[in-house]
């Protein structure tokens, strides 16, 4: 059974998902982060070893979001496809295709190197930032100026903590990074590392485990 975790800001629900991904509930918007897909065909292209599969298994699982929300928006915070285009941008315009009466909106990140035209023929707007309802919505956050005000929900850092067991036990999960100001993605990606976080006191981490959102 999947676990999820409802969270309230700026007084809109979001719900954590132990996919690594939000859903915004008054907008009806999937929101996602740092797919990465083409990585582990870009590595092979370029001989190093990778993994066949990661880049449809990461659009099924999408693809499960979309079935069981049904949003009326998908929101992409950067990062979608890894490299240039190869045959693994196909698999996600069958995706793209299926979903095609769905907004779908991508905040450009730095790996968002394709030509327009590929967006374009996907069906997917792409711009630098979104705000909205008091929201800003940035790959990086970063690049959000101190004035702007608005809480921040981006990706980018593929955030993750590392758990200590009895011994040297140790284990390193995904987790959503949040305080007051704004709210870290988890990389959706399964092929994408992680990058261990340590919070400071007025951050709240949510790690994903076994299906489960869990507030630490």
Known sequence: MQHSVSIKLSGQVLEL?????IFWKHT????????????AGHFRKSGIPAPTGINQKNI???DALMQRYKPKRLLMLGDLFHSDAN???LEFERFTNKWSTIEMLLI???HDCLHPSFYDA???????????????????????????GAIIFSGHVHPGIKLRGKGRQSLRLPCFLMSGKQII???????TGLHVVK????EQIYVVAENKVIPL
Request: glycine residues 8%.
């Open 108 to 110: 450009r990140g730095n």
């Open 87 to 89: 045959r693994e941008w």
């Open 122 to 148: 996907a069906g997917i707007t792409s711009v630098d930032a979104l705000e909205e309802s008091g929201f800003l919505f940035l790959h990086d956050a970063n690049d959000a100026s101190a004035s702007d």
């Open 17 to 21: 998902l132990p996919e690594k991904a």
């Open 28 to 39: 009806q918007t999937l929101i996602v982060s740092d797919l990465h897909l083409g990585k």
């Open 60 to 62: 099924v699982r999408l």
């Open 185 to 191: 993605l988890p990389a959706f990606g399964e092929f």
């Open 199 to 202: 919070p400071k006191p007025d």
